[in-house]
């Protein structure tokens, strides 16, 4: 065997470097990443318990109208009780719109809403809550195909691309029963560009530089999910974009909102 020449060792010193700096890179972002899911579970914890009364007044009238779904399932329709599954649960700041005796699935990617979910669900227990299914909608094949009755998302799809936002509308639609209904409420990018142009405009600079998704866990400000709705394959959808009038200076950016029910 030869020894290595000048050019191989250069070469495979070279390589070497290379192959350790996209180690750390790798390492450092795996770290960043699982950071910043704590900063938001923190911080979404504190929202939910600082939000501003005129969101809970309108995400609940929006939500209300679930307490008179029927259930496909027998047993449940003689206990007058629905099996819903909440996307993106987060801390879990929904409880208090589900029916009583509602069968709560969830799902969430991020583990550390775990402990602020177990605390705010032991609050209401007219519902039995299930543990937080750890995983990204798209990936939730573990729920079963027909079985639930309501589907929810507050605040959800702003965090996931185009690609993601269709397959996790895809699974929805597997999941629901017959007739089943999908809940959806989002905020959009701002759609009224003679009034709100400076909101639109901003918008579009923050989540363009990343900063914003950076901040708040991949949440985008320009996105607008109502089209990829309208082509899943629902058989009847009622949604609406309208303007919140918020206090709260954080809602200032995270407004107008898509609201509406979709039907299996
Ligand atoms: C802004 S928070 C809203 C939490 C809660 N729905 C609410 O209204 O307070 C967005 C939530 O969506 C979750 N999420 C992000 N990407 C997701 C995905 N691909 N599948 C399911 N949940 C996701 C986040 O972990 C987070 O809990």
């Known amino acids: ?117 177990d605390e705010n669900r032991k609050k209401f227990p007219n519902i039995h809550s299930e543990d937080i299914i750890v995983t990204k909608a798209e990936d939730m094949d573990m729920v079963e195909s027909n079985s639930i009755d309501v589907v929810v998302t507050t605040w959800v799809l702003c965090s996931v691309d185009k690609t993601g936002t269709e397959k996790i509308l895809r699974q929805i639609l597997r999941v629901l029963a017959p007739g089943g209904k999908y809940y959806f409420y989002e905020h959009v990018e701002e759609f009224d560009t003679v009034r709100h142009g400076t909101r639109r405009t901003i918008q579009h600079i923050l989540t363009a530089t990343r900063i914003w998704p950076f901040i708040f866990d991949g949440c985008c400000l320009n996105r607008d999910m109502l089209a990829a709705i309208q082509k899943t394959g629902f058989s009847k959808i009622e949604a609406q974009r309208s303007h919140n009038v918020l206090d709260h200076f954080m809602f200032q950016l995270v407004n107008p909102t898509l609201k509406g029910v979709a039907v299996k």
Not at 88 to 107: A, E, K, M, Q, W
Request: net charge neutral; charged share 15%.
């Open 1 to 117: 065997m030869g020894e290595e020449g000048p050019s191989e060792s250069w070469m495979s010193s070279t390589v070497t470097k290379v192959l350790v700096a996209l180690l750390l890179l790798w390492v450092i972002w795996k770290i960043v990443s699982y950071i910043r899911q704590i900063w938001f579970a923190i911080f979404l914890n504190y929202l939910s318990n600082t939000m501003d009364p005129k969101v809970l007044e309108v995400k609940g009238n929006f939500l209300s109208s679930i307490s008179s779904t029927v259930s496909h399932d027998p047993q449940l329709r003689k206990e007058n009780a629905i099996r819903l599954l909440e996307i993106g649960v987060g801390t879990g700041t929904n409880f208090s719109y589900y029916p009583d005796g509602t069968r709560l699935v969830v799902v969430d990617p991020n583990p550390h809403f775990r402990s602020y979910y």
